[in-house]
């Protein structure tokens, strides 16, 4: 345990790799902090504050745990029910609503982005939904998943709680409604959450989310919000092994940061780190039909919206400019303009006026005029563009199917995939070629728990840094459990199911 640190000093890890301190980490260290080595992000300053009030929380929520083992499902289905009732309250929402503003004005102030920050009748309305969907579910834990009959005895594969699970999570208040269905299964959560959202998630955990664990007997720590809106906080959490599963929402080097911190202590990890969805045009496509699939797969930005269009070279001339058509309508449904970044090599495909010609693009940081088409380098074909309400889309005009799967595989990051084809071959080929876990024949847009499974999603995975082991890419409160196995002798005389 360093009490100080040296500007200049350098800090060698146990596989040789080398770290100088700078002098602003120096100045910020303190007695008690610590510093961790990290290839992609230097060195990592977690102050012992945020170690802290970290190390408390899960205490509190391992604690809540244990406890949660001698509550009944039923009162599990009472938290979903009061949970609901609380947001379906118009006096706890407007307060809610109010609190959010303050901290939509602030992100705003930033030049940050507002796209999922912002609660909505929409957001309230899918929170209860999902409450709901968790209180009408069927109990996930105590299941008999598989019996094996032996001659003197038998074997039990029996599921039960997996334990503390951790999420972190920027500005998505949603995601404390939709995360309780770990609950379900007699599993306790804990967030953190990022500065742009705190005091939304802290209004609803004190006007509705705590109030209702407490009505319904189940621990008032079952769901922990983390007191800190530090980046430290969310290493901190990561980096405590007594998580059963780390869950990252959100995008970019963070998540892909936090996944690592977990890893690195042996915990499993549920993140995608980068999205965008990919939509390949085979020369069979129906015009008609991929409009409508660009149209619905641009409705907002979010990790499955289309990113990455592949238009198969034979029918380009007579499918890009529908794909435009169905860009175009997606912007002017959001009252936008769009943005299009042309692949070298694929801009004879575009009119030239798209070069020549500016528009109005909605940024984060407001209102940007730029042209509405510029090329691209072929290898950054698979960068996810952050757009707030101009749809923003990269396209690349490929030889062959094969070609656009190649070049998936190569650049994308790997989440979701659809053929617009009209070829059943095609579509078979596909789904055996293409490396995804999300896979169809249409809009980009389905990859969704609630949308597709009927179920609030904790997280999404995709397969960028490998494919997950015993379960799908979706992560659902009635996905979070271990099994546990159960000897039976028959000379006990007990009943064998």
Not at 170 to 176: H, I, K, T
Not at 316 to 336: D, H, S, T
Request: net charge negative.
């Amino acid at each position: 345990m360093l009490n100080e640190l040296e500007p200049d000093s350098l800090i060698v890890t146990t596989s040789g790799e080398t770290f100088r301190v700078s002098k602003a980490l120096a100045q910020a260290f303190q007695p008690g902090d610590l510093v961790i080595p990290n290839s992609q992000h230097g060195l990592l300053h977690l102050a012992n504050k945020e170690r802290q009030i970290v190390d408390t929380a899960v205490s509190q929520s391992l604690e809540a745990f244990a406890t949660m083992q001698q509550v009944t499902d039923d009162q599990v289905t009472d938290f979903f029910n009061a949970f609901c009732d609380a947001l379906k309250s118009e006096k706890i929402w407007r307060s809610i609503e109010r609190i959010n503003q303050k901290d939509v004005a602030k992100a705003k102030a930033k030049g940050r982005s507002t796209t999922r920050l912002q609660v909505s009748e929409n957001m309230r309305a899918s929170m209860i939904d999902g409450l709901r969907e968790w209180a009408e579910s069927k109990p996930s834990r105590n299941s008999i998943v598989e019996t094996i009959d032996h001659d003197h005895f038998q074997i039990q594969l029996e599921t039960s709680a997996l334990g503390v699970v951790g999420f972190v999570f920027e500005g998505r208040p949603n995601v404390l409604a939709d995360a309780c269905g770990v609950l379900r299964g007699g599993n306790t959560a804990i967030f953190r959450i990022g500065s742009d959202a705190l005091q939304t998630a802290q209004a609803m955990m004190e006007l509705a989310l705590r109030p209702s664990l407490v009505r319904s007997g189940l621990p008032e720590d079952a769901i922990v919000l983390v007191d800190s809106s530090a980046h430290a906080a969310g290493w901190a959490l990561f980096l405590d092994s007594r998580l059963a599963l780390a869950v990252a929402r959100g995008s970019g080097e963070s998540v892909e940061l936090l996944g690592s911190l977990a890893r690195s202590v042996g915990t499993p990890v549920s993140l995608h780190g980068t999205g965008g969805g990919w939509m390949i045009v085979a020369d069979t496509a129906v015009p008609e039909i991929l409009r409508q699939c660009v149209i619905a797969s641009l409705d907002r930005k979010v990790c499955n919206t289309l990113n990455t269009c592949c238009v198969v070279a034979s029918k380009a001339n007579e499918l890009v400019p529908v794909l435009l058509e169905g860009l175009n309508k997606a912007a002017a449904n959001l009252g936008q303009e769009y943005r299009l970044h042309v692949a070298e090599g694929s801009e004879a495909f575009i009119s030239g006026g798209a070069f020549n010609r500016k528009v109005t693009i909605h940024r984060a940081d407001g209102q940007h005029e730029e042209f509405q088409a510029s090329t691209l380098p072929v290898g950054d074909i698979g960068r996810e563009w952050e757009w707030e309400t101009s749809p923003e889309i990269t396209l690349i005009v490929v030889q062959s199917l094969e070609e656009a799967i190649d070049l998936f595989n190569a650049h994308s990051p790997r989440l979701v995939a659809s053929l617009i084809s009209n070829d059943e071959q095609e579509h078979q080929h596909f789904y055996q070629r293409v490396d995804a876990p999300f896979i169809g024949d249409n809009h980009t847009r389905w990859v969704d728990g609630q949308r597709a499974l009927n179920k609030p999603e904790l997280g999404l995975s995709n397969w960028a840094n490998g494919r997950l082991f015993g379960r799908h890419a979706i992560l659902t409160g009635d996905s979070v459990y271990t099994v546990r196995t159960r000897y039976i002798d028959a000379s006990t005389g007990r009943s064998r199911t």
